[in-house]
């Protein structure tokens, strides 16, 4: 490889201690930072922007012995300074091309702060919208994740590391960490291996194959061994099977968190079984700089076990340049929020906005007046969602403020209705009843605010929280109809809302542009094209639900009757399902409405059977049926009917994401390779088995067009 040279040279000249230095990370600049840093003993700096970070970028590369230079990490994890939506929104957009632009504005913007590494993308399959990071994640799916996780990687590193606009990305939490036990962040995760190596790992495979920089352990203990000490996950898979020759980071303390999961009796036992492991840096925690010495001293872990790691750190900072080029990229800084950059804010807003429901009230007029209620119509922190360091109210152009640009102010009225989205104090109540019976529809922004979701914030009650509802109830009352917008880190149990109201726009947090990208769809600027990347469940009892489950022996009824939520029915069988709520999801993953109609027709294969190492094509012919011109994403699915492991009932494989104009036509065609059927046997080997399959071009992970074929020799 390129820099193996340079990098050799360099680590002949370093002592123990200096290489054990640029295996630890520390939060902030102070004085102690200072100094491990001018003596060579720190290898890498998170959470200091701007003159903090050149100053101490500085002090690595004009006063340190050799004068490595610092990683510098932050979390950019959805923009830097201009928002974009929370990864899960991103991912409902559908679009990768998108997705990889956003983090290529995010990483431009954050090389103008000094920042050389983020902690991005957060690839954790998420299957349970209790735990709140899930608003971090790319959903449920394995194969949408791993596109998406790769657009933000490609975005973040561009082609060559070494340009100024590029970062490098930080895979994480390597893994498993979305199957935290009911949904309690930081909780334990059982997940059988077949299960870990074709869901859970496959993410983070693509982003290795993508070259993502550096890869972080995770907090989570992994059938029975924290993945921050976890051998066969970090040095059997990651490092070995995968040839991974990039760097593992620790998450915050993870390290030493081993004593409290009970896997390490003290933090030199920690220090051990981290090394040991593979963890090559240790963020926060300090158990590598007080045991490593002794550790290689007294041969309990070897000097090659040290070089090995210290190789991982150096060769990602001459990846990205940083012994030519250490500083922040000047020219970046002047580029914050700049126009195109929320111009890209405002698209990916709109295309991450999922119509739920219509009752035939949406698009509206720009004539109309609206009353626009609820606690998040014009609050500029909350749109931007949980995990943000350096975007800024202040840049927020908030759903308020848009819709009286767009519709002028006489044709807005404005009652917020309740402070705050966890309030349950009605007092405004009836200041947003009267508002309502001014206009001609009502506008209402609900949802979650920011602190809702996100690390640490899990929730047990996955409805609308506070009085929403309520307020809710009291517009209804008034008889005009009422369009719900609902931003939110999760998904979120809606189907009381559903009935009470005209209309729904999922808007998860859609950051910066969160206004005018909400007020171009609900005006008809723009005609609403995301699709779910989870599924919605009825009642927080179905969790987790997610579209590629098993059938079970004994399946339910999957056109059966929508049971509304409590109410008992009389057993309707033995099947696998509940007696008080239906078993399918309020809103399947891949579901999403238009203000325009997509009819699907013509499925076609090019041949009903295909040999291994052949590729199947798949068309069919797509039509815009409505009125308004709009995206459509075109769904793929498999489903291997019989398995020497038994196999989910939908599998996707595929999405294009098309423009029709009204009565336009495409042929769609999707390429799917025998390769692309495959998955682990209990054996952990990956293969294709031979035998019939059912392939599905659909809107949704419900329905679609359906044929088969076959595999075989
Ligand atoms: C802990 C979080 O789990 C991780 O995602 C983040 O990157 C680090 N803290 C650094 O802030």
């Given at each position: 490889m390129q820099y193996e040279q340079q990098i050799e040279a360099l680590l002949a000249q370093m002592t123990l201690a200096e290489k054990i230095g640029q295996m630890r990370q520390l939060h902030g600049t102070g004085e102690n930072q200072k100094n491990l840093v001018r003596e060579g003993n720190l290898g890498s700096v998170l959470n200091v922007i701007d003159a903090e970070a050149h100053e101490i970028q500085r002090l690595a590369v004009e006063?340190?012995?050799?004068g490595i230079p610092l990683l510098i990490g932050r979390d950019v994890i959805h923009g830097f300074r201009t928002i974009f939506p929370i990864p899960l929104g991103q991912a409902a957009s559908f679009n990768p091309d998108l997705v990889r632009e956003a983090a290529r504005v995010a990483a431009r913007e954050a090389s103008g702060a000094g920042?050389?590494?983020?902690?991005?993308?957060?690839i954790d399959i998420a299957r349970?919208?209790?735990?709140?990071?899930i608003a971090e994640s790319c959903g449920e799916d394995a194969y949408l994740a791993s596109l998406m996780g790769v657009a933000m990687v490609e975005g973040f590193q561009?082609?060559?590391?070494?340009?100024?606009?590029a970062i490098a990305a930080c895979a994480k939490h390597?893994?498993?960490?979305?199957?935290s036990e009911n949904g309690r962040d930081y909780n334990t995760a059982w997940i059988p291996e077949v299960l870990l190596r074709d869901v859970y790992l496959a993410p983070f495979q693509a982003a290795a194959e993508a070259g993502a920089a550096t890869f972080m352990s995770a907090f989570n203990d992994l059938n029975g061994v924290p993945t921050s000490g976890n051998e066969f996950t970090l040095?059997?898979?990651?490092?070995?099977?995968?040839?991974?020759a990039g760097m593992v980071v620790s998450d915050w303390a993870s390290i030493t968190e081993m004593i409290a999961h009970g896997y390490a009796a003290d933090a030199r036992d920690a220090a051990l079984k981290g090394v040991t492991a593979g963890v090559d840096m240790e963020m926060a925690s300090t158990s590598y700089a007080e045991y490593l010495a002794e550790l290689v001293e007294s041969g309990a872990i070897s000097h090659d076990l040290i070089d090995d790691a210290v190789r991982r750190v150096l060769r990602i900072k001459f990846r990205l340049g940083l012994f030519n080029q250490p500083y922040a990229?000047?020219?970046?800084?002047?580029?914050?929020?700049?126009p195109d950059h929320l111009a890209l804010a405002r698209q990916i807003a709109k295309e991450s906005?999922?119509?739920?429901?219509?009752?035939?009230?949406?698009?509206?007029?720009?004539q109309t007046k609206v009353a626009i209620v609820g606690p998040?119509?014009?609050?500029a922190a909350d749109?931007?969602?949980?995990?943000?360091?350096?975007?800024?109210?202040?840049d927020s152009q908030t759903p308020l403020q848009a819709i009286r640009g767009l519709?002028?102010?006489?044709?807005v009225v404005f009652a917020?209705?309740?402070?705050?989205?966890?309030?349950?104090?009605?007092?405004?109540f009836d200041e947003a009843v009267a508002a309502a019976q001014t206009a001609d529809v009502v506008l209402a922004f609900l949802g979650e605010d920011?602190?809702?979701?996100?690390?640490?914030?899990?929730?047990?009650f996955i409805d609308l929280p506070g009085a929403q509802l309520a307020l809710v109830d009291a517009l209804v009352a008034t008889g005009k109809p009422v369009v719900a917008v609902v931003m939110a880190g999760r998904s979120l149990v809606l189907g009381e809302l559903q009935d009470k109201v005209q209309a729904i726009l999922y808007a998860w947090h859609?950051?910066?542009m969160a206004g005018p990208a909400i007020a171009d769809l609900l005006f008809g600027l723009d005609n609403p094209s995301g699709r779910l990347p989870i599924s919605f469940p009825r009642?927080?009892?179905?969790?987790?639900?997610?579209?590629?489950?098993k059938n079970t022996g004994r399946p339910p009824s999957e056109d059966a009757p929508s049971i509304p939520t409590g109410t008992p029915l009389d057993?309707?069988?033995?099947?696998?399902?509940?007696l008080d709520v239906?078993?399918?999801?309020l809103f399947a993953f891949g579901y999403g409405l238009s203000y325009t109609t997509f009819d699907y027709r013509n499925i076609r294969l090019s041949s009903p059977k295909i040999g291994f190492d052949q590729t199947l094509s798949i068309s069919a012919t797509i039509t815009n049926t409505g009125n308004y011109a709009g995206a459509e994403v075109v769904q793929l699915y498999i489903r291997d009917l019989v398995g020497s492991m038994t196999r989910p009932i939908k599998e996707l494989k595929g999405f294009q994401r098309i423009a029709l104009e009204p009565g336009q036509s495409q042929e769609v065609t999707f390429e799917l390779r025998s390769a692309d059927l495959s998955f682990h046997n209990n054996a952990m080997q990956k293969i294709a088995e031979p035998g019939e399959f059912h392939v599905w071009v659909a809107p949704?992970?419900?329905?679609g067009l359906q044929a088969s074929f076959e595999l075989g020799a």
């Open positions: 006063e340190s012995r050799l920042i050389n590494w983020t902690f991005a993308p957060m349970d919208p209790r735990w709140g990071r561009g082609d060559d590391l070494t340009a100024p606009e390597y893994v498993g960490y979305g199957a040095r059997q898979i990651l490092k070995g099977e995968w040839a991974y990229n000047a020219a970046a800084a002047e580029t914050l929020v700049a906005c999922v119509l739920l429901s219509n009752k035939e009230t949406l698009p509206l007029k720009q998040l119509a014009d609050h749109q931007l969602g949980c995990w943000v360091f350096d975007g800024k109210p202040e519709l002028g102010n006489e044709q917020q209705g309740l402070a705050e989205a966890r309030s349950t104090d009605d007092g405004l920011a602190g809702l979701s996100g690390e640490a914030h899990s929730r047990a859609p950051g910066t009642t927080v009892g179905q969790v987790p639900v997610y579209y590629n489950r057993p309707s069988g033995f099947t696998s399902s509940y239906d078993h399918r999801p949704n992970s419900l329905g």
